[in-house]
């Protein structure tokens, strides 16, 4: 089976078994609907990949913090929502984080736990600074707090299998990119910057990564890396043009 071809049918049975896991009449009854990060999914399974894990052995790791990651990603959707569908939203969001440790045990990988608890507490205070004093984080601050807030659990599971510092600093550049792509693409965050400033950031990693030395080069998190990169590049050249900002 291709490398592609993996990779989508792994994809298919982990989203399968999580939304299992976040299944619950009455959530759904009240339209309280979850979905899985593909990016999370994706830098996970490249950070597996690099430690040497098979998608057997992935799979269950991928589950348990696909799952945490939703309950977690869940509650920054509460202002969304009123009345009773906003106390549900934070319900669902506990709902999954229990499930979360019955998953994790099952996974054979019980020390993956310390190392997830504390990256949901990186988490957690990266998020009240974000949303404290009114928001009014200086820009530069906001941008390392929401790549703690997107990358802590990836970060943990790095840790966690080992990986090489050169491995390390390419699942960093992938979160720091998907933050970027979170804050612009879809203005979730204070922003203080404006896109030609997060097109040239952009187009500094992708330079700077593509003339990587190959020792420092791991897949698949380096291919992943530089598809990210080119893919937010492309879209933020168009934006530039579009807002007449060169």
């Known amino acids: 089976m291709a490398m592609t071809d993996l990779t989508e049918a792994l994809f298919d049975r982990v989203?399968?078994?999580?939304?299992?896991?976040?299944?619950?009449?009455?959530?759904?009854?009240?339209?309280i609907r979850q979905t899985v990060s593909r990016f999370h999914f994706d830098t996970a399974w490249a950070i597996l990949q690099a430690a040497g894990f098979s998608a057997a052995e992935s799979q269950p790791i991928l589950e348990a913090v696909l799952l945490l990651h939703q309950g977690l990603a869940i509650h920054d959707t509460v202002?969304?929502?009123?009345?009773?569908a906003r106390q549900l939203v934070v319900l669902a969001g506990d709902y999954d984080s229990s499930r979360y440790?019955?998953?994790?045990?099952?996974?054979?990988?019980p020390g993956l736990l310390p190392a997830l608890c504390e990256a949901v507490v990186q988490i957690n205070e990266a998020k009240m600074m974000l949303h404290g004093d009114g928001g009014s984080v200086p820009p530069e601050q906001a941008r390392e707090l929401w790549v703690t807030v997107h990358g802590a659990l990836l970060f943990a599971l790095a840790d966690h299998v080992g990986l090489s510092n050169d491995a390390k600093r390419q699942v960093r550049a992938l979160v720091e990119a998907f933050a970027l792509d979170a804050e612009v693409r879809r203005l979730r965050g204070p922003r203080g910057f404006s896109f030609r400033q997060a097109h040239e950031w952009m187009a500094d990693a992708l330079e700077r990564y593509v003339h990587l030395p190959k020792h420092a080069v791991v897949e698949p998190l380096y291919s992943l890396l530089i598809d990210y990169l080119v893919g937010m590049k492309r879209w933020m050249e168009k934006q530039t043009f579009a807002e007449g900002n060169r």
Do not use: I, N
Not at 79 to 84: L, R, S, Y
Not at 101 to 109: K, P
């Open 15 to 31: 989203q399968r078994k999580v939304q299992q896991y976040m299944h619950h009449p009455f959530l759904r009854a009240c339209q």
């Open 79 to 84: 202002e969304e929502h009123t009345g009773t």
């Open 101 to 109: 440790y019955w998953v994790l045990a099952r996974s054979g990988h």
